[in-house]
T-cell receptor, first 112, second 115 residues
Framework: GEDVEQSLFLSVREGDSSVINCTYTDSSSTYLYWYKQEPGAGLQLLTYIFSNMDMKQDQRLTVLLNKKDKHLSLRIADTQTGDSAIYFCAESIGSNTGKLIFGQGTTLQVKP | NAGVTQTPKFRVLKTGQSMTLLCAQDMNHEYMYWYRQDPGMGLRLIHYSVGEGTTAKGEVPDGYNVSRLKKQNFLLGLESAAPSQTSVYFC??????????????FGPGTRLTVT
């Protein structure tokens, strides 16, 4: 079945770039998403990329998609302490339902 | 706009008790979802709805029932709670956006403990 895998933890220094990686299995996924979850809160959509794109940039966020390897990454430039959170990768599955499969989440720790 | 709201925020149940979690959205979204979040397992889809009056099973539906009598509300029921249902429950809603991108909007979650 469909599966999404992420590394569980990443620690960076404030001001550095962070790169969070994700692999997925469903090659028919139309969209891939990145969500952010702060402590005690729900998930917030950060950005998403259409499957026929290689890259999408949105301010400090850059999403890279390697469809051949089914690999997705999220780069956060100039990482700040406020970026500390759990980041979830998700792929769309099924048509006309909006269903998503989520990875386990990557906890990003930003040290001052 | 309140977005997606969930009640209650916290609840403690004894094994065998029942309860209903309420999700409400004011964005006129067609699609609604219930997830559970457990440590190290991401979010798993319990049930979902693609419109008023419709529901369907997700990845982990056993022990739960849902209803979508009104477009803005999606109820999740636990008929006989078990300790394995201790979790954080999230509701989300979405619409079919540009190019059929389904952006899901999440509620703040309900933390349920079953003793």
């Amino acid at each position: 079945g469909e599966d999404v895998e992420q590394s569980l933890f990443l620690s960076v220094r404030e001001g550095d770039s962070s790169v969070i990686n994700c692999t997925y299995t469903d090659s028919s996924s139309t969209y891939l998403y990145w969500y952010k979850q702060e402590p005690g809160a729900g998930l917030q959509l950060l950005t998403y990329i259409f499957s026929n794109m290689d890259m999408k940039q949105d301010q400090r966020l850059t999403v890279l998609l390697n469809k051949k390897d089914k690999h997705l990454s999220l780069r956060i430039a100039d990482t700040q302490t406020g970026d500390s959170a759990i980041y979830f990768c998700a792929e769309s599955i099924g048509s006309n339902t909006g269903k998503l499969i989520f990875g386990q989440g990557t906890t990003l720790q930003v040290k001052p | 706009n309140a977005g997606v709201t969930q009640t209650p925020k916290f609840r403690v149940l004894k094994t065998g008790q029942s309860m209903t979690l309420l999700c409400a959205q004011d964005m006129n979204h067609e699609y609604m979802y219930w997830y559970r979040q457990d440590p190290g397992m991401g979010l798993r889809l319990i049930h979902y709805s693609v419109g008023e009056g419709t529901t369907a099973k997700g990845e982990v539906p056993d022990g739960y029932n849902v209803s979508r009598l009104k477009k803005q509300n999606f109820l999740l029921g636990l008929e006989s709670a078990a300790p394995s249902q201790t979790s954080v429950y999230f509701c989300a809603s979405s619409y079919s956006g540009e190019g059929n991108s389904y952006e899901q909007y999440f509620g703040p979650g309900t933390r349920l403990t079953v003793t």
